[in-house]
């Protein structure tokens, strides 16, 4: 029983560069969301897809695009990427039934450094 | 846009007292909250949630309570373990907003032997 995984686990990346980060998830869950966390922050959402095909920007979405081909993967791209991306990013799912079901399963994170 | 802030970034516990950690929020319109426990390294990982039509939930050796009055939560774990050691962070769901959760800054627990 995986859950929720994410690819890679760590990276180290020179400015400009550009790199996809994987999220996978067994659960069947309809929603999938990207969020970062930096230091002494909480957990901000950069992209989220509500279903396959469709993708909306969260609260900090600069720099960064999503794609959700497929319902069981959500991938975020850093085109060029800044040191202002360096951070932890958190991949997470729910599910899209009843109010009680807004519980979100997370991944055990990427850890991204921008040189 | 309202955001969920934490009382205080870091508390400390003896082993097996009780620990409560607080969270306030400012959007009445949020219809969800959710409390999740971080290690280090890892992801967040889910204890306990609670609608906005409850006041109080329990769980094993947790219970989450909520006064809409003043916009407070509390998280409280009885019988404080080394194990209950990690970052809580609380969440809010404002209703109707796809599912989003925002997020406070954490609170860190060490519990102290």
């Known amino acids: 029983n995986a859950g929720v995984t994410q690819t890679p686990k760590f990276r180290v990346l020179k400015t400009g560069q550009s790199m996809t980060l994987l999220c996978a998830q067994d659960m069947n869950h309809e929603y999938m969301y990207w969020y970062r966390q930096d230091p002494g922050m909480g957990l901000r959402l950069i992209h989220y897809?509500?279903?396959?095909?469709?993708?909306a920007k969260g609260e900090v979405p600069d720099g960064y695009n999503v794609s959700r081909l497929k319902k069981q993967n959500f991938l975020l791209g850093l085109e060029s990427a800044a040191p202002s991306q360096t951070s932890v990013y958190f991949c997470?799912?729910?599910?899209?039934?009843?109010?009680?079901?807004?519980?979100?399963?997370f991944g055990a994170g990427t850890r991204l450094s921008v040189l | 846009g309202e955001s969920v802030g934490l009382h205080l970034p870091t508390l400390s516990v003896q082993e097996g007292d009780n620990s409560i950690i607080n969270c306030a929020y400012s959007n009445s319109a949020s219809d969800y909250f959710i409390w999740y426990k971080q290690e280090s390294g890892k992801g967040p990982q889910f204890i306990i949630d609670?609608?906005?039509?409850?006041d109080k939930r329990q769980g094993q050796r947790v219970t989450v309570l909520l006064n809409k009055t003043v916009k407070h939560l509390s998280l409280q774990i009885a019988a404080t373990q080394p194990g209950d050691s990690a970052v809580y962070f609380c969440a809010e769901k404002v209703g109707g907003s796809a599912r989003q959760l925002t997020f406070g800054s954490g609170t860190q627990l060490t519990v102290l032997p």
């Open positions: 897809s509500v279903g396959e095909g469709t993708t």
């Open positions: 609670i609608r906005s039509n409850m």
């Open positions: 997470a799912s729910s599910y899209i039934g009843s109010l009680a079901k807004n519980i979100q399963y």
